[in-house]
């Protein structure tokens, strides 16, 4: 066969598998089909099919097919990221500026000082987890903020099964993950700092601030369609520069979405992007993902390190929320429900870990457990805070659209 066939059949596995699977397993209450496409792409990797049937394996994910199906994925994570970078509002998190820094600040420190305290156990506990570019503070960092991580786009589609993303609680908890999201970008960028290619990176981002400051006087004046162009050009460029600075092209997508503003486009139109994207590209991310798995330190070794990511994430992030919550003063169990739905990481934190070991700073096995604590967090999000939302949503639906005192804070 040629290598288009082969690349062929692997797009009807990658697209046919996962969907499957989520339809007929009805899995929707507890992993939507993202989380679907996410497992899939593990089981097509070479810890479970490759090491199952290794020739068929070697046969459908040749070299050339693999590296076909990345450079789709590459485009694919940045359009995601770019537009997770667009929907971060700034100027609303500014206005609740009070609330939303305590609570952003809580839920992102707790959770990240039990991630780091993970990390440096995995350190003395035995090698292999450590990348092989990275030193021990970037290790240690890194974990921290892997467990820290809200993934805003997937947290936007939950919200709106759960029917809260237009309601007052709903649009506070996209504040904080709004700011979250933010700091842990500033937080890579520092962790991914090159000494030896600091020239690189001050010129970049003295650069990228004055094209950001023309991009922005220069999308006032065009209509939507061109701004929709333009915005795509940027987002290569920006791509570009960061990975020729020594950061990576996932930071310049994310910093190409900041710097816009989401009133520019129609949000029906942007929604639309995102459904297609997740719908037509992004499942090709997930499998390449899936290829990165590793088990080569041991089974045992990898799912005991998820879950320990899982503990530091889930319990870091719910005792910050109550910290905020306890002191600006929520009302009984409101701090629960939010702490759970930040507890979504899904695609943020498996592109953030996916630069990680692209720069060599985590191992392919410390992917790997971190893969499996992403999609843990994820799948018990729905299921934890469903229930709760229903009894009060119609225990009190007043209560539900009104916007507590905190938040005007």
């Known amino acids: ?7 062929l059949i692997a797009m009807c596995v990658i697209l046919a598998l996962p969907y499957l699977i989520w339809r007929l397993g009805r899995t929707e209450y507890f992993a939507p089909l993202v989380v679907v496409q996410i497992i899939t792409g593990i089981l097509l990797g070479p810890g479970v099919l490759g090491a199952a049937f290794p020739d068929y394996y070697q046969f459908v994910f040749n070299p050339e097919v693999v590296q076909a199906l990345n450079g789709i994925a590459w485009w694919a ?12 509002d700034v100027h609303l998190a500014w206005r609740h500026r009070v609330e939303s820094g305590v609570t952003a600040g809580f839920a992102l420190l707790t959770p990240w000082m039990l991630g780091a305290g993970v990390g440096l156990f995995l350190l003395g506990w035995q ?4 990348g092989s570019e990275a030193h021990s503070w970037q290790f240690v960092a890194g974990i921290g903020m892997a ?3 809200t993934a805003l786009p997937i947290l936007l589609i939950l919200m709106e099964k759960l029917s809260i993303l237009r309601l007052p609680l709903g649009q506070r908890v996209l504040r904080y993950a709004s700011l979250d999201d933010i700091a842990v970008w500033g937080m890579l960028a520092v962790i991914l700092t090159d000494w030896d290619r600091l020239g690189r990176q001050v010129s970049f981002f003295v650069g990228f601030l004055l094209a950001a400051w ?4 220069l999308m006032r004046r065009l209509p939507e369609s061109d701004r929709w162009y333009i915005s795509l050009v940027w987002l290569s460029a920006c791509g570009f520069t960061a990975d020729w600075a020594g950061l990576h092209f996932m930071v310049g997508a994310f910093l190409a979405g900041v710097v816009l503003d ?5 949000q029906a139109h942007m929604d639309l992007l995102r459904h297609h994207l997740l719908l037509v590209i992004m499942p090709v991310f997930f499998l390449s993902t899936g290829l990165r798995t590793s088990w080569d330190i041991g089974g045992s070794a990898v799912f005991i390190a998820a879950a320990l990511f899982l503990l530091a994430a889930v319990v870091g992030k719910l005792a910050g929320v109550a910290l905020a919550g306890r002191w600006l003063r929520w009302p009984k169990g409101e701090a629960w429900t939010i702490g759970w739905l930040l507890q979504t990481k899904a695609l943020i934190m ?3 870990a996916n630069i ?3 720069k060599r700073i985590i191992s392919n096995e410390t992917f790997t457990a971190l893969l499996l604590m992403a999609i843990a967090s994820t799948m018990l999000t729905v299921p934890m805070v469903a229930p709760r939302l229903r009894r009060w949503l119609s225990a009190s639906p007043a209560q539900a659209a009104a916007t507590p005192a905190s938040a005007d804070l």
């Open 350 to 352: 498996i592109v953030f």
């Open 147 to 149: 467990c820290s991580v």
């Open 262 to 266: 989401s009133h520019w486009f129609k």
């Open 356 to 358: 990680l070991l692209d």
């Open 214 to 217: 023309l991009l922005r006087r």
């Open 1 to 7: 066969m040629t290598t288009t066939e082969i690349f």
């Open 127 to 130: 090698p292999g987890w450590i």
């Open 77 to 88: 994570v940045m359009l995601f990221v770019w537009i997770a970078g667009i929907e971060l």
